[in-house]
């Protein structure tokens, strides 16, 4: 299988060792890992069709849901609707699968409802994808059992 491997480990100093580790996870279960960076871009337009080309062409997509700059990165959130609308297969995973309500309380600093589905993630994503509590080898366990 081919597996799209989404999240902000892009923005980390060592996003490609990184994204070769990813990779080489998805070898050791006879999987296939494909990382934003394996792309050669130019410009922003570059990287969003290169990384659209890489989920059209991915089995899976595996996107990590960690809160990055305050939520989940809004770039992943894009990948894993795309890949849903794709009707592939989409496991997002996190350190912390707590709901909503129990990690920020029924309302927000705005007075705002916060909502109530029992998900760690807005509906749309949880109702899109499988959330595992955990790490991106986690996922790919579970996918290899599936």
């Known amino acids: 299988m081919k597996i799209y491997i989404a999240g902000p480990d892009v923005f980390e100093k060592n996003a490609k060792e990184i994204g070769?580790?990813?990779k080489e996870i998805c070898t050791r279960?006879?999987?296939?890992?494909l990382?934003?960076?394996?792309?050669?871009c130019d410009s922003s337009k570059d990287i969003y069709l290169g990384n659209v080309a890489l989920i059209n062409e991915a089995d899976?997509?595996?996107?990590?849901?960690?809160e990055f700059r305050g939520e989940m990165d809004v770039g992943t959130?894009?990948?894993?609707?795309y890949a849903a609308a794709?009707?592939?297969?989409?496991?997002?995973?996190?350190?912390?699968?707590?709901?909503?309500?129990?990690?920020?309380?029924?309302?927000?600093?705005?007075?705002r409802f916060v909502?109530?589905?029992?998900?760690?993630?807005?509906?749309?994503?949880?109702?899109?994808?499988?959330i595992v509590k955990g790490t991106?080898?986690?996922?790919?366990?579970?996918?290899s059992r599936c």
């Open 20 to 22: 070769e580790k990813y």
């Open 136 to 143: 991106f080898e986690d996922c790919i366990k579970k996918l």
């Open 86 to 111: 794709k009707g592939k297969k989409v496991y997002i995973y996190m350190d912390d699968i707590r709901t909503l309500v129990e990690k920020y309380g029924t309302e927000d600093e705005q007075g």
């Open 115 to 130: 909502e109530d589905f029992g998900h760690p993630l807005n509906l749309m994503l949880s109702e899109s994808s499988e």
């Open 60 to 66: 899976v997509v595996i996107a990590n849901g960690n």
């Open 35 to 40: 990382f934003p960076l394996d792309n050669e």
């Open 29 to 33: 279960y006879g999987h296939t890992g």
């Open 77 to 81: 959130a894009f990948e894993v609707g």
